[in-house]
């Protein structure tokens, strides 16, 4: 297992279409988490997942997006009617730990929304 | 609001040299702090961390010093080389709860040959 994984790399899409993300984490990895990126800044949190549990969501985490873990592994994020503002980079992250504090971080999904 | 402050927002140094990057918070709750290295197209990649009950942690040319009074954290680079140039994030995170990392805005750091 060579670490966190994300696909697709790189998404352009109209405004108002929805885009999926999809998230491997390091195996055996129980925890799991979303944040977004956007350019010249430092990722934000999103939502994180405790097994197949969504346990946290950010005030960032408007109604158009939705994360799923459906069997504890792979997560999805949909974006539902793209907005400009949605532009950014989406990474994921993994965490073995308990605690969640140390994270493995994926390569990230940069989203262009035209 | 920025729960966690980072300065410079740039930093130009020469190889051999050795650049600081400092952070500040003010949430006391917060006993983790990671920094995070990024190159462009990548995600963060963990350097070092620190927890507060430790004033210094080094990891070879890397290097966390840390005040807890201050409530402030540095990242000094030994040796810099320009394999170093890359955006450099401090974080933080509070070691409850969904734990998620609290990230700087980051410091674009480029080592001159």
């Known amino acids: 297992d060579t670490g966190v994984s994300q696909d697709p790399r790189h998404k352009i899409t109209k405004r108002g279409q929805n885009v999926t993300f999809r998230c491997d984490p390091i195996?055996?990895?129980?925890?799991l988490y979303w944040y977004r990126q956007t350019l010249g800044q430092g990722p934000e949190f999103l939502t994180y997942?405790?097994?197949?549990?969504?346990?946290?969501k950010s005030r960032l985490l408007s109604d158009r997006f939705s994360a799923e873990r459906p069997k504890g592994s792979f997560s999805t994020l949909e974006i539902q009617r793209t907005e400009q503002g949605d532009s950014a980079m989406y990474l994921c992250?993994?965490?073995?730990?308990?605690?969640?504090?140390?994270?493995?971080f994926g390569p990230g999904t940069r989203l262009l929304v035209l | 609001q920025q729960q966690v402050k980072q300065s410079p927002q740039s930093l130009i140094v020469q190889k051999g040299g050795i650049p600081i990057i400092n952070c500040a918070y003010e949430?006391?709750?917060?006993?983790?702090f990671p920094w995070y290295q990024q190159f462009p197209g990548k995600g963060p990649a963990l350097l070092i961390a620190i927890r507060p009950d430790v004033s210094e942690k080094k990891e070879g040319r890397f290097t966390i010093s840390f005040n807890k009074s201050a409530k402030q954290f540095s990242l000094h680079i030994m040796d810099s080389q320009p394999g170093d140039s890359a955006t450099y994030f401090c974080a933080a995170s509070r070691g409850s709860g969904a734990n998620n990392l609290f990230f700087g805005t980051g410091t674009r750091l480029t080592v001159i040959p």
């Open positions: 992250a993994s965490s073995l730990d308990p605690s969640g504090e140390t994270q493995y």
């Open positions: 949430n006391t709750a917060f006993d983790y």
């Open positions: 997942f405790q097994n197949e549990a969504q346990l946290e």
């Open positions: 195996s055996e990895h129980n925890r």
